[in-house]
């Protein structure tokens, strides 16, 4: 078992280099420079900037110091907001964004796996086609459009939640974390439906049955373990798109997270903002999918077995 | 062919037999029907649209549904029905054809690294494994803010990440026909390769490639609905159904219908997208058309 | 004394595709200490009524619509699932075919083994564990401490077998149900487990019943056997009756179509068509070289039908594909005719694929799904130019005349026919280009035996019909002694024993043939 994870783990080391290596020339290669778009800068000034932020080398030494800024957790320093560096920015806006994600990600398994895991105990009946109806409109209705809607109805017009910040007023939490989680809980609502659906009908639950074991036990002892498989599976490119719906929800609700941060970032042309966010993130992305695949692996004792070959 | 002199019997081939299943699942009818509705809108936009695409009346400024304006106006006075059959146009656009672009790419390399085998299939899979691991949305967004927001751009960058787990499906399908029998009898009647891929490969691999293809039009819609949404996508003067949910959601207090009505387009078609893809999926499943 | 007794049970099933009813008010006993053999083929609504007795149908699309079940002096048809419940797994058992899928693949051997006596009789883990240790030693299985904690797919099929009947016995059932158990398995495997089931019935006086489609299989361990056929029970009494003097036609058809003669080869003047030397066919999966093919030579003689036997893993499969070259070959020769088919470029090769062609096991499998009849028998008839298109179709007609298929069905696909109809196709497309040299891969394996009996003499006649020389491979010896001139009986790979049917039969001389021998099931009742 160590041999696959460790071999995942260097699979899993060029492909962050590849994404630190596209993401520095990709941004290098646009047009506009950071300081471009403020107020007219005298040259002199520019110049000592860029010498400042080492803009004035040729790119390939530019890559090489930022490969070695990077080694040691460097992310370098802010062009937006001279003084502060990325590390700090991450910082500040990690805690939000962490938060969000993690209430994002329960409610998306949990309701999601209760509402899959019910719908497929009674196939076809309306405990199945309300979750799943449910799960349907999850699946059609975009985080920003719901966002604005939940924002509408609950915070305008019934007035019962707070429509934005984070942590300030009492219940400011909740609509962004059901914003961001509902698509999720659809899928993994249908994902968990219909992996249930699929190892319900197997034999060995039939053997299960002739053993005369109650309708649960055969449920969540037999069921379950096979059935949840593609809820596993799921989970690392649901992370993904979690982070990419958190850049929705933090711009909808006003949360200072590091999504907000990135889509600034991203219009404001912060070179090291954008760098340092796109190879911190991504990093988490790919951990978080070898997590997932590791744990996927681990809990099927065939593969299991295969692996520790 | 003519079987004129023997009373043959009718066959029900396998595709009548799904066509005849998927006739059944109403919500799959109507998925289909309104689709079919919306592209034909879309394509016939230019014509049936009761105003001009950039027919402003800044003195009309935003107004609820009304008689002259079905669905009101926005901030400019422009007509929102009209706006939203023109953002439907590109919406609907961007959909098809990214997709239409993954799936070339992806039933091509899958089918080949799924037929071929061997140490060809290990190293085209070994790339889409890595590029599968890539994080595509960061990329995405970093591409459309450094390359500009071009229509082609567009459809390329997405077109681009969806083939992957085409590529993987199409191959997954191929490697499990291989094994079967009746491609070894094929190889044996002495058919080549190209014979056997046309008649005996790909009809039988088209069921889940269908299905996967109805249910990433709606995913690719939602990630142009995203971009646009963020800035990042179409850019005015055109106009998509995320681009007036963004616009909607700035004025959603005064104006609720800005909102209501571009998200109500895009969901329903979404909605029918995915009961369509779902019916197929269930009218395609060979395993109910064994005895 | 009767343990079960079944009255005028009936089984409808409701789905999309009608009504059907499965059971047909059938009656029958089921007595204390006696192995009751369920017979039919498929359709005959043999597991239904069993599975039906315990509740284990899903209702809908079943539903029991009349009868009565005595057990224990209560009518298992009225009981409420929590009753049934404390029956199952207790009282009566149930063990099934694939022993593969019917054990949970995320759960060790010992989770599973205790759980019905954990659950009914309230027993400690520890106690419980100890009690599944002892049981499995008494099913033979020698190491149970490290079994224990293994993982079905550790094991081979006649192990798992052996686990899911030591789960049925853990508690003391009166009663024990077994599906097909053992048409899953190899046949010298399936003989150990029917000694294992056969004995464990004395030993514990228990009532068994065993639902098989083969008599054959049941002939030497039943004493009551029990015949269905399309819902309906057409025969019943004990075995020595059945077999000596069976009243009902289908019974008599079911007994016939078991194969129990030898054939005596005619062939004089044998000249070799097919001539394999020194084949050897290994794979590379990963890490390790799997033999499947070590150094094998043999000869063909035209006109002779030889048939190639082994259990599974014996590389018959492999040899017949090496032979037709559908797999690559790691060393040796294979001549057709004198020509050496491993040299072949790729034009001479589709010149040559005319002259040999094969049947495949799966009647489903091998036919596309989405060609109908006129398509798969013109292909190979448009793509060697020996027909036209204007001319192609007689004699699609003539071959569908010749493997007995109505004219009628011609447009119709291969989900609309039946296993034996679709094995008349395959054959069809087989014998289409006129070949010299036919490989049959265990070509009626999948059928049921009343069919089977239909397909090998088609097979035989078409065999005389065309000149047809054959390479006969299977695993069941019955059917191979019944249809082949000479047999070559394999080993993991390696030539064990050939020589002519009777020759084998009469007077094996090595060890493996032997005890391939003393595993044809029933030999001890049937007459040969």
């Given at each position: 078992?160590?041999?696959?994870?460790?071999?995942?783990?260097?699979?899993?080391?060029?492909?962050i280099?590849?994404?630190?290596?596209?993401?520095?020339?990709l941004?290098?290669?646009?047009?506009?420079?950071?300081?471009?778009?403020?107020?007219?800068?005298?040259?002199?000034?520019?110049?000592?900037?860029?010498?400042?932020?080492?803009?004035?080398?040729?790119?390939?030494?530019?890559?090489?110091?930022?490969?070695?800024?990077?080694?040691?957790?460097?992310?370098?320093?802010?062009?937006?907001?001279?003084?502060?560096?990325?590390?700090?920015?991450?910082?500040?806006?990690?805690?939000?964004?962490?938060?969000?994600?993690?209430?994002?990600?329960?409610?998306?398994?949990?309701?999601?796996?209760?509402?899959?895991?019910?719908?497929?105990?009674?196939?076809?009946?309306?405990?199945?086609?309300?979750?799943?109806?449910?799960?349907?409109?999850?699946?059609?209705?975009?985080?920003?459009?719901?966002g604005?809607?939940?924002?509408?109805?609950?915070?305008?017009?019934?007035d019962?939640?707070?429509?934005?910040?984070?942590?300030?007023?009492p219940?400011d939490?909740?609509?962004?974390?059901?914003?961001?989680?509902?698509?999720?809980?659809?899928?993994?609502?249908?994902?968990?439906r219909?992996?249930m659906?699929?190892v319900?009908?197997?034999?060995?639950?039939?053997?299960?049955r002739a053993?005369?074991?109650?309708?649960?036990?055969?449920v969540l002892?037999?069921?379950?373990?096979?059935?949840?498989?593609?809820?596993?599976?799921?989970?690392?490119?649901a992370?993904?798109?979690?982070?990419?719906?958190?850049?929705?929800?933090?711009?909808?609700f006003?949360?200072?997270g590091?999504?907000?941060?990135?889509?600034?970032?991203?219009?404001?042309?912060?070179?090291?903002?954008?760098?340092?966010?796109?190879v911190?993130?991504?990093?988490?992305?790919?951990?978080?999918?070898?997590?997932?695949?590791?744990?996927?692996a681990?809990l099927?004792?065939?593969l299991?077995?295969?692996?520790?070959? | 062919?003519?079987?004129?002199?023997?009373?043959?019997?009718?066959?029900?081939?396998?595709?009548?037999?799904?066509?005849?299943?998927?006739?059944?699942?109403?919500l799959?009818?109507f998925?289909?029907?309104?689709?079919?509705?919306?592209?034909?809108?879309?394509?016939?936009?230019?014509?049936?649209?009761p105003?001009?695409?950039?027919?402003?009346?800044?003195?009309?400024g935003?107004?609820?549904?009304?008689?002259?304006?079905w669905?009101?106006?926005?901030?400019?006075?422009?007509?929102?029905?009209?706006?939203?059959?023109?953002?439907?146009?590109?919406?609907?656009?961007?959909?098809?054809?990214?997709?239409?672009?993954?799936?070339?790419?992806?039933?091509?390399?899958?089918?080949?690294?799924g037929?071929?085998?061997?140490?060809?299939?290990?190293?085209?899979?070994?790339?889409?494994d890595?590029?599968y691991?890539?994080?595509?949305?960061?990329?995405?967004?970093l591409?459309?803010?450094?390359?500009?927001r071009?229509l082609l751009?567009?459809?390329?960058?997405?077109g681009?990440?969806?083939?992957?787990t085409m590529?993987r499906?199409?191959?997954?399908?191929?490697?499990?026909?291989r094994?079967?029998?009746?491609?070894?009898?094929?190889?044996?009647l002495g058919?080549?390769?190209?014979?056997?891929?046309?008649?005996?490969?790909?009809?039988?691999?088209?069921?889940?490639?269908?299905?996967?293809?109805?249910?990433?039009i709606?995913?690719?819609?939602?990630?142009?609905?995203?971009?646009?949404?963020?800035?990042?996508g179409?850019?005015?003067?055109?106009t998509?159904?995320?681009?007036l949910?963004?616009?909607?959601?700035?004025t959603?207090?005064?104006?609720?219908?800005?909102?209501?009505?571009?998200?109500?387009?895009?969901?329903t078609?979404?909605?029918?997208l995915?009961?369509?893809?779902?019916g197929?999926?269930?009218?395609?499943?060979?395993?109910?058309?064994?005895? | 004394?009767?343990?079960?007794?079944?009255?005028d049970?009936?089984?409808?099933?409701?789905?999309?595709?009608?009504?059907t009813?499965?059971?047909n008010?059938?009656?029958?006993?089921v007595?204390?200490?006696?192995?009751?053999?369920?017979?039919?083929e498929?359709g005959?609504?043999?597991?239904?009524?069993?599975?039906?007795?315990?509740?284990?149908?899903?209702?809908?699309?079943?539903?029991i619509?009349?009868?009565?079940?005595?057990?224990?002096g209560?009518?298992l048809?009225t009981?409420?699932?929590?009753?049934?419940?404390?029956?199952?797994?207790?009282?009566?058992?149930?063990?099934?075919?694939?022993?593969?899928?019917?054990?949970?693949?995320?759960?060790?051997?010992?989770?599973q083994?205790?759980?019905p006596?954990?659950?009914?009789?309230?027993?400690?883990?520890?106690?419980?564990?100890?009690?599944?240790k002892?049981?499995?030693?008494?099913?033979?299985?020698?190491?149970p401490?490290?079994?224990?904690?293994?993982f079905?797919?550790?094991?081979?099929?006649?192990m798992?077998?052996?686990?899911?009947?030591a789960?049925?016995?853990?508690?003391?059932?009166?009663?024990?149900?077994?599906?097909?158990?053992?048409?899953?398995?190899?046949?010298?495997?399936q003989?150990?487990?029917?000694?294992?089931?056969?004995?464990?019935?004395?030993?514990r006086?228990?009532?068994v019943?065993?639902?098989?489609?083969?008599?054959?299989?049941?002939?030497?361990?039943?004493?009551?056997?029990?015949v269905?056929?399309?819902?309906l029970?057409?025969?019943?009494g004990?075995?020595?009756?059945?077999?000596?003097?069976?009243?009902?036609?289908?019974?008599?058809?079911?007994?016939?179509?078991?194969?129990?003669?030898?054939?005596?080869?005619?062939?004089?003047?044998?000249?070799?068509?097919?001539?394999?030397?020194?084949l050897?066919?290994?794979?590379?999966?990963?890490?390790?070289?799997?033999?499947?093919?070590?150094?094998?030579?043999?000869?063909?003689?035209?006109g002779?039908?030889?048939?190639?036997?082994?259990?599974?893993?014996?590389?018959?499969?492999?040899?017949?594909?090496?032979i037709?070259?559908?797999?690559p070959?790691?060393?040796?020769?294979?001549?057709l005719?004198?020509?050496?088919?491993?040299?072949?470029?790729?034009g001479?090769?589709?010149?040559?694929?005319?002259?040999?062609?094969?049947?495949?096991?799966?009647?489903?499998?091998?036919?596309?799904?989405?060609?109908?009849?006129?398509?798969t028998?013109?292909?190979?008839?448009?793509?060697?130019?020996?027909?036209?298109r204007?001319?192609?179709?007689?004699?699609?007609?003539k071959?569908?005349?010749?493997?007995?298929?109505?004219?009628?069905?011609?447009?119709?696909?291969?989900?609309e026919?039946?296993?034996?109809?679709?094995?008349?196709?395959?054959?069809?497309?087989?014998?289409?280009?006129?070949?010299?040299?036919?490989?049959?891969d265990?070509?009626?394996?999948?059928?049921?035996?009343?069919?089977?009996?239909q397909?090998?003499?088609?097979?035989?006649?078409?065999?005389?019909?065309?000149?047809?020389?054959?390479?006969?491979?299977?695993?069941?010896l019955?059917?191979?002694?019944?249809?082949?001139?000479?047999i070559?009986v394999?080993?993991h790979?390696k030539i064990?024993?050939t020589?002519?049917?009777?020759?084998?039969?009469?007077?094996p001389?090595?060890?493996?043939?032997?005890?391939?021998?003393?595993?044809?099931p029933?030999?001890?009742?049937?007459a040969?």
């Open positions: 078992m160590w041999r696959f994870v460790i071999g995942r783990l260097l699979q899993a080391i060029p492909v280099f590849i994404v630190i290596t596209a993401t520095f020339f941004v290098r290669a646009a047009p506009g420079g950071p300081f471009d778009a403020e107020k007219a800068v005298i040259p002199e000034v520019k110049a000592a900037l860029e010498r400042q932020y080492r803009l004035d080398l040729p790119i390939h030494e530019q890559y090489f110091a930022y490969l070695a800024d990077l080694s040691q957790g460097d992310l370098g320093p802010s062009f937006k907001y001279p003084g502060r560096t990325i590390n700090e920015l991450i910082e500040s806006g990690l805690p939000a964004t962490a938060e969000l994600g993690a209430y994002a990600l329960l409610i998306a398994v949990i309701i999601g796996s209760l509402a899959g895991i019910a719908a497929a105990l009674r196939p076809n009946t309306l405990q199945d086609y309300i979750p799943m109806s449910m799960a349907m409109i999850g699946i059609c209705m975009p985080t920003f459009l719901l604005p809607i939940l924002v509408l109805i609950f915070g305008i017009h019934l019962w939640l707070p429509v934005s910040g984070w942590g300030d007023i219940g939490k909740l609509m962004p974390s059901i914003t961001l989680g509902a698509a999720y809980a659809a899928y993994v609502a249908r994902l968990s219909a992996g659906l699929e319900l009908s197997q034999d060995y639950i039939r053997t299960a053993k005369g074991l109650p309708e649960w036990q055969v002892k037999h069921g379950l373990r096979g059935g949840m498989l593609p809820v596993v599976a799921f989970l690392g490119p992370f993904a798109g979690l982070l990419a719906g958190s850049f929705v929800v933090e711009t909808i006003q949360i200072p590091l999504g907000r941060f990135y889509v600034q970032a991203a219009f404001n042309r912060d070179y090291t903002m954008i760098l340092g966010t796109t911190f993130l991504s990093t988490l992305i790919v951990l978080f999918n070898l997590l997932s695949d590791i744990v996927a681990w099927n004792p065939r299991r077995a295969q692996l520790s070959e | 062919m003519a079987h004129t002199d023997i009373n043959a019997e009718k066959g029900t081939s396998l595709w009548e037999d799904a066509w005849r299943r998927l006739k059944k699942n109403r799959a009818l998925g289909l029907g309104v689709l079919g509705l919306f592209v034909a809108s879309a394509l016939l936009t230019p014509w049936i649209a105003y001009a695409y950039d027919a402003q009346n800044l003195d009309l935003a107004t609820p549904p009304s008689a002259q304006h669905l009101g106006t926005d901030i400019f006075g422009r007509d929102l029905l009209t706006q939203i059959m023109y953002g439907g146009r590109i919406s609907l656009a961007v959909g098809f054809v990214a997709t239409a672009v993954a799936l070339v790419i992806g039933v091509t390399w899958g089918a080949v690294a037929y071929v085998g061997g140490r060809v299939d290990a190293v085209m899979m070994r790339i889409v890595i590029l691991a890539l994080p595509f949305m960061i990329f995405i967004v591409l459309m803010v450094v390359f500009g071009n751009l567009l459809f390329l960058a997405i681009a990440v969806e083939w992957l590529a499906i199409m191959r997954g399908q191929v490697q499990a026909l094994k079967q029998e009746f491609v070894e009898a094929a190889i044996s058919l080549s390769p190209m014979t056997i891929i046309r008649r005996h490969l790909v009809p039988n691999a088209l069921g889940p490639i269908i299905v996967y293809t109805t249910l990433t709606p995913s690719v819609m939602l990630l142009e609905a995203f971009l646009s949404f963020l800035g990042l179409i850019q005015p003067p055109k998509s159904w995320g681009l949910i963004s616009y909607g959601a700035e959603m207090e005064e104006y609720p219908w800005l909102l209501i009505f571009p998200g109500l387009a895009l969901t078609t979404l909605f029918a995915n009961f369509l893809g779902d197929l999926r269930d009218a395609l499943d060979v395993r109910r058309s064994a005895d | 004394m009767n343990l079960l007794e079944v009255q049970l009936q089984v409808d099933f409701n789905t999309r595709n009608g009504h009813i499965a059971v008010k059938i009656s029958f006993t007595k204390k200490g006696e192995i009751t053999a369920i017979i039919g498929s005959s609504g043999k597991s239904v009524a069993c599975y039906s007795l315990l509740g284990l149908l899903p209702q809908p699309p079943a539903s619509e009349s009868g009565t079940a005595l057990f224990d209560r009518d048809l009981l409420s699932e929590s009753e049934l419940r404390q029956i199952r797994g207790r009282d009566i058992a149930m063990i099934f075919q694939d022993p593969m899928t019917c054990l949970n693949p995320y759960m060790t051997i010992g989770d083994l205790i759980e006596l954990v659950f009914h009789k309230k027993v400690s883990k520890a106690d419980a564990l100890a009690r599944a002892e049981l499995l030693v008494e099913v033979g299985i020698r190491d401490d490290a079994t224990i904690n293994n079905p797919h550790e094991f081979s099929g006649g798992r077998q052996r686990v899911m009947i789960m049925a016995l853990i508690n003391e059932p009166k009663l024990l149900i077994a599906d097909e158990p053992t048409t899953a398995l190899d046949v010298t495997i003989a150990q487990i029917l000694k294992l089931v056969a004995d464990l019935q004395k030993k006086d228990i009532g019943i065993f639902i098989s489609h083969d008599l054959a299989v049941v002939a030497d361990i039943a004493d009551h056997i029990i269905m056929e399309k819902g029970v057409v025969e019943q004990d075995s020595t009756g059945i077999f000596t003097e069976a009243k009902h036609p289908y019974t008599q058809k079911l007994l016939a179509a078991i194969p129990s003669d030898t054939k005596v080869s005619a062939l004089h003047d044998p000249k070799p068509l097919v001539q394999v030397e020194n050897k066919t290994y794979f590379n999966t990963g890490s390790t070289v799997v033999k499947a093919v070590d150094d094998v030579s043999f000869e063909i003689n035209r002779e039908i030889v048939g190639l036997v082994g259990e599974s893993g014996s590389g018959k499969s492999t040899i017949g594909r090496s037709l070259r559908l797999l070959i790691t060393s040796g020769q294979i001549r005719d004198g020509q050496d088919l491993t040299t072949l470029d790729s001479t090769l589709k010149r040559t694929r005319r002259r040999m062609q094969m049947i495949f096991q799966d009647p489903y499998a091998s036919l596309n799904p989405r060609m109908s009849v006129y398509d028998l013109a292909e190979p008839l448009l793509l060697h130019n020996i027909e036209s204007r001319t192609v179709e007689q004699a699609v007609l071959l569908m005349d010749d493997v007995g298929l109505a004219r009628a069905f011609i447009r119709k696909y291969p989900h026919f039946s296993g034996g109809q679709r094995q008349r196709i395959a054959i069809g497309r087989a014998l289409a280009t006129k070949p010299e040299f036919i490989v049959a265990e070509p009626v394996s999948a059928l049921d035996v009343t069919i089977q009996a397909i090998l003499d088609l097979m035989l006649d078409l065999g005389k019909q065309y000149g047809l020389t054959m390479l006969f491979v299977s695993h069941d019955a059917v191979v002694r019944h249809i082949a001139d000479r070559i394999l080993y790979g064990v024993e020589g002519t049917s009777e020759s084998l039969f009469n007077a001389q090595e060890a493996y043939t032997k005890s391939l021998l003393a595993s044809i029933g030999r001890n009742r049937l040969s």
